[in-house]
């Protein structure tokens, strides 16, 4: 019996209320990852190649983080269903394809497809998992020791990890507690629940004219509703955003039928039977207007996820909200690693997936982390796209740095004017004294494609005489990165 209770503890196999608790051994491992978003999945899975015995914990179940499950994956083919059906609706009398105007759209069946895509990939990086032996555990994983983690499993009872490295991958959630806003994720939703909707709103306002706004914004703009952004600051996109490019993304939004109201703070969000009023007023202070809608979406940014992680209780030392990690992503605990969002950078997940993959490789093999973040990508999945690496024109300015400038507009591109789509143009910034390749910024329908090389040559050191250099495909949207290339490289391009 004394050996008994001390397995068990006083109650037996039972706890307190009588329930039967399940009980797992210690298992001890090379890696143990916390979080199965990009940054997760991608660490685990490149470790697990490497010879690393390693383990990955979720509480959310399905694995892909917020991207595969409800940020990156599902907008993105909402995003591509309501362009397919606006495009269809508005343009193709014009290209001599008749009957588009009888179009109607079967919203339940666009959300049935984009859980197929979820479920599809979220399955995928299970199999990935199983293919190259990375345990998966499901549950909440909480920082124990430096070398142990203590999984609260989903289906009951508790399992004890041991690891010579751990990696913290707990990414980041949406910011849904404000004190004029109560998100009840019904007729005031956050990106989750707008991703969840069961009808298009005859209505929507959209508090935040950053990416996630924009793209959720347009999606229901496009389905038929009446969509007004409200956002604080004078422009829309975000930080990093280029502002001759802000100016123009918002010019060609507002044509296509979304309203905004720059400048301006929302200072009550009330629900009143079927419909919600929003209160705003100028940023700088001024009268009051309210404002009627069917659904509120809250898309005022995201906060790191380190709730429950016990880095505290470690003394995990912190940069403010962040993380702090030296330049191989080791925290001030030693073995325990942070990468994503819960550390400085940009919060984008092919950011955390390059950090994942280099601290496994690190591990592993020794090789030394690197990533300029100054050269990670960023993209606004509107249509058009937005997309753009590097310094703007604002920080150039800000830093004192000579530059020069060139730009192509895709009205002067032969493929484009054929495809009918010629919104936008490609900037391409140089150094003035080197010509080094300082930043590309580019507004099209596949903004976010032709960026990969961009990113390409910034982070090679090309000039943009290399870029002007280069043979591209002809007829192609992409050459356009060539011509504004040759703009700032010569002065000139051959076209445009």
Not at 30 to 39: K, Q, R, T
Not at 53 to 68: A, H, N
Not at 298 to 306: A, I, L, N, Q
Not at 319 to 348: C, Q
Request: hydrophobic share 40%.
């Amino acid at each position: 019996m004394a050996a008994f209770a001390r397995r068990f503890g006083p109650f037996g196999p039972f706890g307190p209320r009588g329930h039967l608790v399940r009980f797992f051994s210690s298992s001890e491992y090379d890696l143990c990852v916390i979080g199965a978003g990009p940054g997760g999945y991608t660490g685990a899975i490149k470790a697990a190649q490497l010879g690393l015995k390693t383990v990955c914990i979720d509480k959310r179940g399905p694995p892909g983080g917020t991207c595969l499950n409800v940020g990156c994956i599902p907008s993105k083919a909402m995003l591509q269903s309501s362009a397919l059906y606006h495009e269809a609706k508005i343009t193709f009398e014009s290209r001599g394809i008749m009957g588009a105007g009888n179009l109607s759209c079967d919203f339940s069946k666009m959300m049935e497809n984009k859980n197929a895509a979820v479920k599809k990939l979220t399955g995928g990086i299970e199999g990935l998992f199983k293919r190259d032996k990375v345990k998966y555990l499901k549950g909440f994983g909480k920082l124990t020791g430096p070398n142990s983690v203590t999984v609260a499993l989903n289906d009951g009872g508790e399992e004890t990890i041991t690891a010579k490295n751990i990696m913290l991958a707990t990414g980041s959630e949406i910011i849904e507690k404000l004190p004029f806003v109560e998100v009840d994720e019904e007729q005031i939703v956050s990106s989750t629940g707008a991703l969840a909707l069961t009808k298009v709103p005859e209505k929507m306002v959209v508090i935040g004219g950053g990416v996630i706004g924009l793209e959720l914004g347009s999606v229901y703009e496009r389905l038929g509703a009446k969509v007004t952004v409200v956002e604080f600051l004078p422009t829309i996109g975000g930080i990093g955003i280029d502002g001759e490019v802000s100016k123009e993304m918002q010019k060609i939004l507002k044509k296509q039928g979304i309203s905004f109201k720059m400048s301006t703070k929302v200072t009550a969000v009330e629900k009143s039977g079927s419909t919600v009023k929003v209160t705003t007023e100028p940023a700088a202070g001024g009268d009051a207007e309210t404002m009627d809608a069917d659904v509120v979406l809250v898309c005022v940014g995201r906060r790191e996820y380190r709730d429950g992680l016990g880095t505290e209780a470690l003394g995990i030392e912190m940069e403010g909200k962040k993380i702090k990690v030296d330049d191989t992503f080791k925290t001030s605990v030693p073995n325990i690693y942070a990468i994503g969002d819960i550390i400085h950078g940009p919060m984008l997940a092919h950011k955390a997936e390059d950090e994942g993959a280099m601290v496994a490789e690190y591990l592993a093999t020794g090789k030394h982390p690197h990533l300029d973040y100054n050269n990670v990508p960023s993209v606004l999945y509107t249509h058009p796209e937005v997309a753009w690496v590097g310094k703007t024109e604002e920080m150039l300015k800000q830093e004192g740095v000579e530059y020069r400038k060139g730009k192509f507009a895709f009205a002067a591109n032969g493929r484009s004017i054929a495809n009918m789509d010629t919104d936008g143009f490609v900037k391409v910034l140089s150094c003035k004294k080197t010509d080094k390749l300082l930043g590309v910024h580019i507004i099209n329908a596949i903004a976010g494609d032709i960026i990969s090389g961009a990113c390409i040559g910034i982070e090679y050191g090309a000039a943009s005489e290399d870029l002007a250099r280069v043979c591209m495909a002809h007829p192609t949207v992409s050459e356009v990165l060539k011509g504004a290339a040759q703009k700032t490289a010569f002065g000139k391009a051959v076209s445009g």
